[in-house]
């Protein structure tokens, strides 16, 4: 007995000729038919009533009919099996991520590998709206964004929403203040964000909405050099918690609420697409994991900021 006997008598079965199921396997008649004589003669039994017009099954073939089908489905079942392991062993995993998430990707990536080492990684570092075509035309699997669009081909999940907040120098005047008024930030020499980043958009329609003006000290991509400029001078920035908690863990910067929040809250997304993905449970198991991650580091951030602001 082998696959293509019972491949034979199943689709003979389902379809109801012998005519049909030879054209749907691409198999002459006579090798169809000697198929299934070849199977009878191994079973000793006959498993189709030859002496009605149509293909009907004997008591016995019924019997079989359902061994048959289980197994066939077994089959498929291992098969599909041993492909996914396979092409978990030789997957690759393109990520995206903002220019300023550097740092908290280089965290990212012992996490993920201690859990998924068969996969690997590569990483891209681009702006959010980049990031997110990159995902819909499918040269990227997965992208951190810190924009949300309508997008009914995309998921969208918010793993970061924290509070912008005032990062000085231990040295700096207001690093002992408890809390800081925005109307008091436009006399500070502020290293920011560019205005058309998602930071930077947040901070300047935070300042037109309360009629504040506000003269930005230095405007830049670079997250390395806000954070190198605000420790070694009298100068300050606006960001987010998750941006300098190494910083503030080290003592090297200070964080300073600004009274009353005005700032909307920086939100980071991470999106995907499971339509016509080639291994949906490796993008499962990565959108999982990432999820994990940074709920895991926020967590340690919440708890950080409480003992040091």
Known sequence: MNMNQLEAFVQIVN???????????????????????????????????????????????????????????SLENIQSILKESNDAKNATLNIGFPYSYGQIIAGLIPFFLKQMPQVKLSFFQTRSDQAIKAVKNRTQDICITLMEIPDTELAFELIVQQPIQFIVSPSHPLASNSQIELKNLSSESLILFKRNGAIGNIIESTFQQ???????????????????????????????????????????????????????????????????????SILDESVALIKQYFAQTQQQINKLYDFHI
Do not use: M, W
């Open 210 to 280: 309360h009629k504040i003006p506000y003269r930005p000290y230095i405007e830049t991509d670079n997250l390395q050099i806000i954070k190198s400029l605000v420790q070694t001078d009298q100068v300050a920035t606006l960001l987010p918690q998750r941006l300098v908690a190494d910083e503030i863990l080290t003592g090297q910067l200070c964080a300073i609420p600004v009274k009353s929040n005005p700032f909307n809250e920086h939100k980071s997304y991470l999106v995907y697409s499971s339509s016509n993905h080639n291994n949906l």
């Open 15 to 73: 379809l109801g000729t012998f005519t049909k199921a030879s054209e749907s396997l691409f198999v002459p008649q006579p090798t169809l038919s000697l198929r299934i004589q070849q199977l009878e003669k191994e079973l000793n039994i006959q498993l189709f009533d030859r002496h009605r017009k149509n293909v009907s099954l004997t008591t016995a073939g019924d019997l079989f009919f359902i061994f048959a089908t289980n197994t066939l489905q």
